[in-house]
């Protein structure tokens, strides 16, 4: 069975501070996928990043960084200079691929507050 | 190009009564999923469609059925609503069945009263 596990509910940051979002996974699965997504207000899910557990390759993007370490089955975010428009939810997911297709479990999500 | 387009965007709907949420996938997405997210939880997957077969089912009673049609777009119906099935529902939409890229519509949320 697969799980991803968000243990922070809620983080509130003053803007320019950088944050970091944690996120835990199991699964049995040799072969998978990571993503994180942003939920502003609006409802939609806005994709991030995807990382396949064969690439342990830490990623940069702008102000975004993720650490991805199998050892410790981890998937962290973090936002570097926050700002304002960074307040959302956002939630970290698992894609377990099988014959014919995939299933992507959710993690319960960040919301996450930058206060100007 | 237009992204995941879902219809309607909000419904209100009496308990014991029948809905079907419908979903049209980014052009030459062949892939489509549907997911519920209840206020303050992560979306919970329901159903993987890819070439118009069923290719993957969450936890959920045979109440919820869906279907995907020769064009790509998606159906989602719920019959016999409860209270507990309000919530928006997600759809996504990603390219050959083992990209699991997916992009997702601004949801249907749904009210049971």
């Known amino acids: 069975a697969q799980k991803v596990t968000q243990a922070q509910t809620e983080i509130s940051v003053v803007e320019k501070e950088d944050v970091t979002l944690d996120c835990v996974y199991e699964?049995?699965?040799?072969?998978?996928?990571l993503f994180w997504y942003k939920q502003p207000p609006s409802g939609e899910l806005v994709f991030l990043i995807r990382r396949n557990s064969f690439d342990e390759q830490n990623e940069i993007s702008g102000r975004y960084s993720w650490n991805f370490q199998k050892s410790t089955s981890s998937f962290n975010f973090t936002i570097t200079a926050s700002q304002v428009v960074d307040s959302a939810v956002y939630f970290c997911a698992l894609s377990a691929i099988y014959t014919g297709g995939f299933k992507t479990i959710f993690g319960a999500g960040t919301r996450l507050f930058v206060k100007a | 190009d237009a992204g995941v387009t879902q219809s309607p965007t909000h419904l209100i709907k009496t308990r014991g009564q029948h809905v079907t949420l419908r979903c049209s996938p980014i052009s030459g997405h062949k892939s489509v999923s549907w997911y519920q997210q209840v206020l303050g939880q992560g979306p919970q997957f329901i159903f993987q469609y890819y070439e118009k077969e069923e290719r993957g089912r969450g936890n959920f009673p045979d109440r919820f059925s869906a279907r995907q049609f020769p064009n790509y777009s998606s159906e989602l119906n719920v019959n016999a609503l409860l209270l507990g099935d309000s919530a928006l529902y997600l759809c996504a939409s990603s390219r050959p069945t083992r990209d699991t890229r997916s992009f997702f519509g601004q949801g249907t949320r749904l009210t049971v009263v």
């Open positions: 699964t049995r699965d040799t072969t998978y996928y």
